[in-house]
């Protein structure tokens, strides 16, 4: 008998036994061969655990539950046709490495995962040097024995979708490897990857460039709320291509932009804070392509009742390279810089060429302290910069432009008056039109500006890391 042949044949069983503190589940039964995916019991802290491989094979249609923590060891993938749930409660770690060596959960294109929590119970992704026990999630503590300031540790979080892109139909993320199975993008905007409720990711940055949470032409079915992403060396999330849906995402304390769009994601997305640290470049980095290219879809994010706040020292977005944006009921404050739109009057389908065709939108939103902002059109809190320019009456006509729509569009430049990004009672953020009329994916009920209510806890309270530290105080 050959070598291939005996590879072939040789197929074994793992039985992993699944029980809950109150109950046993159905045992989940992992059938693998030659390539296949490694289970590795072990025990961190004196707690149980299983160490997770990926040979080739996925992690396959299993769940992870919350009597044990689970360790990823390099690339896991959930390969496409597979559909991993993870319980409320579960603690997934990482283990430490770089790039090619770091650790990552990969959802690939055709795949699912169903990670649905609470906030009582959330489902926290961290790193192997992160103490955090079950025992302490059981009790309520998530916080862990890592700092906001601890990032770099291990890869994060990808899925990748079959929604559209505009780059080519499909595409692979530069920062992870070739793997066959690192491909996302293609023509179902309606895709659906799954779902992700109650979800901490902490302390990535180990791959280059690539974000805590990286949504790869996810499509619109699939169903994004209540995320936290925080210390993360990169950005904080990225929205590469797809419409993508999310509601209720805190974005803390990334080194580089805390959500960058780009590749045509034209998703809608509702209760966004953004908190800088000290090292954020930006809030927000919309790009379609590179500048000049014809490309659909357009990179058009639309954000309603985002709390986006600065360190003071930072730029509140850049928008560039055929990108556009719209931006309702929202909140801004504490920047050196304001938002900065490309200004390319060569180019038929530039960042300039978005606005006059009604694209960039900004509406019904507050701005305050934004310390290198001007109250003329030189440099106001919606501003240009310049990537080419012939006719110097045309980049000042933008100018013209721009502060105009701010006024026309009852965006104003005041005092929020919020106390821990709540508003207070006479705060000018209690009122705001509704905006159901722009998509019923907009609650109708809310008509405050933000991502907080006055007199209600926030959404973000107990769960979230950034709460239990203190950074993001209730």
């Known amino acids: 008998m050959n070598r291939s042949f005996k590879i072939f044949v040789i197929v074994f069983t793992i039985v992993l036994t699944v029980c809950l503190a109150s109950s046993c589940s159905k045992d989940i039964v992992v059938t693998t061969t030659a390539n296949a995916t490694e289970y590795r019991d072990t025990t961190i802290n004196g707690e149980s655990a299983i160490v997770i491989k990926d040979l080739g094979a996925g992690i396959g249609s299993i769940t992870l539950t919350s009597n044990r923590i689970w360790v990823l060891d390099g690339m896991v993938y959930v390969n496409s046709g597979q559909a991993l749930t993870i319980q409320e409660g579960t603690i997934i770690k990482a283990l430490t490495g770089s790039n090619s060596q770091a650790s990552a959960l990969v959802v690939a294109k055709g795949a699912v995962v169903i990670a649905n929590a609470s906030a009582q119970k959330p ?65 179902d905007d309606n895709d659906y990857s799954g779902v992700l409720n109650y979800v901490s990711i902490r302390h990535t940055g180990a791959i280059d460039n690539l974000a805590a949470l990286t949504l790869a032409g996810v499509g619109r079915n699939t169903a994004i709320e209540h995320i936290e992403v925080i210390a993360s ?72 009742n985002a709390t986006i706040k600065g360190n003071n020292t930072n730029t509140i977005a850049t928008v560039q390279k055929n990108g556009a944006i719209k931006l309702y009921n929202s909140v801004v404050y504490n920047f050196a810089n304001p938002i900065a739109f490309e200004f390319n009057e060569s180019l038929v389908n530039s960042t300039y060429n978005r606005y006059k065709a009604g694209d960039i939108i900004y509406k019904d939103n507050i701005f305050y302290n934004i310390i290198n902002s001007t109250t003329d059109t030189s440099n106001f809190v919606v501003t240009t910069f310049i990537s080419n320019v012939t006719n110097i009456d045309s980049l000042n006509q933008f100018k013209v432009n721009l502060y105009n729509d701010f006024t026309t569009n009852n965006n104003t430049v005041e005092d929020p008056l919020i106390t821990n990004e709540v508003p207070q009672a006479s705060s000018p953020a209690n009122t705001a039109p509704n905006l159901n009329n722009i998509s019923t994916f907009f609650d109708a009920l809310i008509t405050y500006k933000g991502a907080f209510k006055t007199g209600e806890n926030k959404w973000t309270k107990d769960w979230t890391l950034a709460s239990q530290l203190g950074v993001l105080p209730d």
Not at 126 to 149: K, P, R, Y
Not at 161 to 183: E, K
Not at 255 to 268: E, P
Not at 274 to 285: D, G, K, M, P, R
């Open 123 to 187: 489902i926290i992704f961290t790193s192997i040097q992160d103490d955090l026990t079950m025992a302490e999630v059981a009790n309520g503590d998530f916080v862990g024995s890592l700092t906001e300031n601890d990032n770099q540790l291990w890869g994060g979080l990808i899925i990748m979708g079959d929604a559209a892109i505009n780059t080519t139909t499909s595409d692979q993320l530069d920062a992870i490897t070739t793997d066959a199975r690192n491909t996302f993008g293609g023509t």
């Open 233 to 304: 060396k990169y950005n904080g999330i990225d929205f590469i291509g797809g419409n993508a849906r999310t509601k209720y995402v805190l974005s803390a304390l990334a080194n580089q932009n805390s959500i960058y769009c780009t590749d045509g994601y034209n998703g809608l997305n509702q209760f966004w804070m953004t908190l800088s640290s000290s090292q954020t470049q930006q809030a927000i980095l919309v790009e379609s392509t590179t500048t000049g290219v014809t490309v659909t879809p357009q990179t058009i994010p639309v954000i309603a």
